[in-house]
């Protein structure tokens, strides 16, 4: 994936049709995006996630205005359930972040509408679809051809479940009902460490509860 996993998960989030965060996920975005940012920094060894806690090995930036943002709120000793509980108050406009990191980076593009000239609202468009097109095309390879994925793909998966927007990737039922079987058994794919599995467990528990 040539993006972050944070980058892949609001992709998803957004309506392509009509350029907004989908409904279903209005609870749970935030938490899924800070998830996904830390799941970022531990792959890219900005943090250590050992028996259960986040240690911050690297105080240098990423190149990305938002995991950046993240990593700096980040307290070490910390569960990774506590760390995004803690941070979820801070991090209320992560949207209007992720928005303008995407359209920096090209990929999403904001669109007004319209009445004889006059804004009346705004909206992301996609100004290259390229990017989301291989993270669903690489998510529906892994859950119906079961082809390997590397393991930002699989804690893709499993957040997007989380999310409560699986249906936005697979919304044929046949799919669906593969890929929930696959997002619920996601642990046993041998790209997972026992890490890694352990918080994708904590982490379906605490979505389910919101």
């Not at 979820?88 to 928005?99: A, Q």
């Not at 004889?116 to 990017?131: D, H, K, Q, T, V």
């Not at 249906?167 to 642990?187: C, H, L, M, N, T």
């Not at 041998?190 to 904590?202: H, K, N, P």
Request: hydrophobic share 45%; proline share 1%.
């Amino acid at each position: 994936m040539k993006i972050s996993i944070a980058e892949g998960l609001y992709l998803i989030l957004v309506d392509d049709e009509e350029g907004r965060l989908l409904a279903a996920a209005e609870k749970r975005y935030i938490y899924g995006l800070l998830s996904a940012a830390l799941f970022d920094l531990i792959f890219s060894k900005k943090l250590l996630l050992k028996e259960g806690k986040l240690q911050v090995l690297e105080h240098s930036g990423t190149a990305n205005v938002v995991l950046d943002k993240v990593l700096k709120k980040v307290q070490s000793g910390t569960s990774f359930i506590e760390q995004i509980s803690s941070m979820h108050d801070s991090f209320k406009h992560i949207k209007e972040d992720m928005d303008a990191l995407l359209v920096q980076r090209g990929i999403l593009k904001r669109e007004e509408t319209k009445l004889l000239w006059i804004p009346l609202s705004e909206r992301m468009g996609n100004a290259n679809y390229a990017f989301e097109q291989e993270i669903r095309n690489g998510l529906k390879a892994m859950v119906l051809q079961n082809a390997k994925a590397p393991k930002s793909f699989i804690v893709l998966l499993s957040l997007i479940y989380d999310c409560n927007i699986l249906d936005e990737v697979f919304p044929e039922r046949d799919d669906f009902i593969d890929a929930e079987k696959s997002a619920k058994d996601i642990v046993n794919r041998a790209a997972v460490d026992q890490e890694v599995g352990i918080v994708l467990i904590e982490l379906r528990k605490f979505f389910a509860n919101l």
